[in-house]
């Protein structure tokens, strides 16, 4: 999910401008709407795309707008959008039966200002919520369907009519409200929602709690907590700066006061925390939307990432025990660890959803959003209990209400990114431009598949630098992705190969959002922290690669020996290759474990089998 650790309090300046006593109610009822529209729609049977997707967008608008606007001016700028928006958005909703019959071409002066104001309304709204880079590759492919005819060679495309390219976009199950934005609606806002209703409550209390009494009295334990907190905490956030910003302001103080450096306690954390998007069950919002670009049951994609979302942890655990073989790093100390009774009765607080949500999708064969729903029920009665089972009924309506704010702020952050994004893929779609880029990415690596995966991997990580992981797999993997099933990949196997390499700018320098909010937390130099974070989290460069060289470990519930196999070869390499990193040994031993590691783990391809 998109962290909103990075975005200020929704409504924290705007209430400068509006009376204070109408803001909080303002705030609750509009995201009562919110999360009553979402839940609803799963107990509702089906509703035509034309109306829930643009009445999601509609609902998501007022949190950018009027309670994300950061002064004065943003929130009076942001109202002619809101209206805009707002209005295009219930035109189309009352309107969806006689806009189908138009086929995606608009009719009339008044239904193309009402496409171009939803296209701006979007745009601005993705700018708001994470500034320019995504708005302007948005910008860049709009500009190139209303204009690439003008250019000459394979690169330019026929003339498109304003009336029907503009329609395809704004009013038609294509561009906004294409399939993307009906995974926000249907999927995604579920697990926002069921994310921020554990939040509120004890369950974060629990997830430290037992990665306290778990691996808290190891070497290097305060850091392995950071490591089992993220990896639990991650699963329902998604995000690995929201992750830095709540873990990490529990296990950095703790890591600074045994005497880590900082450096590595900052490194740590961003490492551990950006496994939040790779750790099954949730794996954020790009699950769900791998779910509908590769048609693979959201089950299947759970098995298919569990193996690897273990290595990349436990290249993270190994890579701590090779800084404890140089440096003194202790355990936290028994008066500072929980206690077994405080730990499970905590632990009861994200098990219990947890164990609703698993018992829906696995035993009950309900689909993923109904079984959240579920979970969601089963958190909110949670909310009520304190870590002693203490009954309040005053704290329970104040946790509500919190879930209820928090989760209408990040389902309007990933809505206006989704739709943005959208933009992007409706563009490619229209054109063919994503045609055109693959048939170059397959000429410029000649046809063979390891030089397409590295320029893959290359675009990735720039895409990733400028704009949210989710939005970066969406793009990259609709312009590569054909590129790399056309070289012999399987669908799941790109499209896990991109997700990952989206990830990469969470710890590579020069854009690395993980490493600078757990910099500045601790008050350590970026650079120093990104430096050790990318020897720390080497997993999450090799392991993708891992995957194209043993596709077996992608396929546990088909053949799971093959899977464990692969598994155990991959973690054996990676062992070497993180302890040759990071130990101090001398420099040919660390050179021929990292020689020696890189072997095992791509033996397969290297003799060709």
Known sequence: MIPSAETPPAGRTAGRTVAPALIRPARLILALCLVAFHLGLIFSGLVPNLVSRPLHMALALPWVFVFGARSPAAFWTGLPFLVAGMGGC???????????????????????????????????????????????????????????????????????????????????????????????????AIFVILGAVLNAGEAGKG???????????LNGGAAKVSVLSSALFGSISGSASANVASTGAVTLPAMTRLGYPKRLAAAVEAVASSGGQIMPPLMGAGAFVMVELTGTPYASIMAAAVLPAILYFLAVWVGINAHASVLDLKGIAEEDRPSWRETMLTTGFFLVPFGVL?????????????????????????????????????????????????????????????????????????????????????????????????????????????????????????????????????????????FWFALLSTITPPVCGAVFIAAGMIGENWLKVATSAMALGIGLY????????????????????????????????????????????????????????????????????
Not at 362 to 372: E, K, L, M, N
């Open 90 to 188: 219930l035109w189309l909703a009352l309107n969806h039966e006689m806009l189908g019959d138009q086929y995606g071409f608009l009719e009339g002066p008044f239904q193309q200002v009402v496409g171009f104001a939803l296209l701006v309304t979007v745009l601005e709204a993705a700018r708001r919520a994470i500034s320019w880079p995504l708005p302007t590759v948005a910008l860049i492919a709009l500009a190139y369907g209303f204009f690439g005819q003008h250019i000459p060679g394979e690169f330019g495309h026929a003339p498109l009519p304003v009336d029907s390219f503009l329609g395809t976009l704004t009013i038609a199950e294509g561009g906004l409200w294409g399939s993307l934005t009906g995974v926000s609606v249907s999927v995604v």
């Open 207 to 217: 997830f430290m709690n037992l990665s306290a009494s778990a691996a808290g009295r």
């Open 358 to 498: 698993i018992w829906g999708m696995f035993v009950a064969s309900f689909t993923p959003q109904y079984a959240g729903t579920l979970a969601i029920l089963a958190a909110a009665l949670l909310l009520f209990l304190d870590a002693s089972l203490t009954f309040g009924f005053r704290r329970g309506l104040a946790r509500l209400e919190e879930a209820l704010n928090s989760a209408a702020v990040q389902v309007a952050m990933i809505a206006s990114i989704i739709l943005c994004a959208s933009i992007v893929v409706g563009v490619l779609a229209v054109t063919g431009l994503g045609v055109k880029i693959t048939s170059v990415i397959l000429a410029g690596a000649g046809g063979q598949l390891w030089p397409s995966l590295f320029l893959t991997a290359l675009a990735c990580l720039v895409l990733g630098m400028e704009i949210p992981t989710t939005a970066a797999y969406v793009i990259c993997v609709s312009v590569a992705g054909p590129a790399l099933n056309q070289l012999g990949l399987e669908p799941l196997q790109s499209h896990l190969f991109v």
């Open 542 to 609: 090799i392991i993708p690669l891992g995957m194209i060289a043993n596709p077996a470990l992608l396929k546990l519930t088909e053949t799971p020996v093959a899977a464990l196999i692969a598994f155990g070869q991959i973690g054996l390499g990676l062992t070497a290759v993180s302890y040759g990193l990071i130990a101090r040994p001398r420099l040919w031993v660390r050179g021929a474990l990292i020689l020696t590691g890189a072997l095992i783990i791509f033996i397969r391809p290297l003799i060709g089998v």
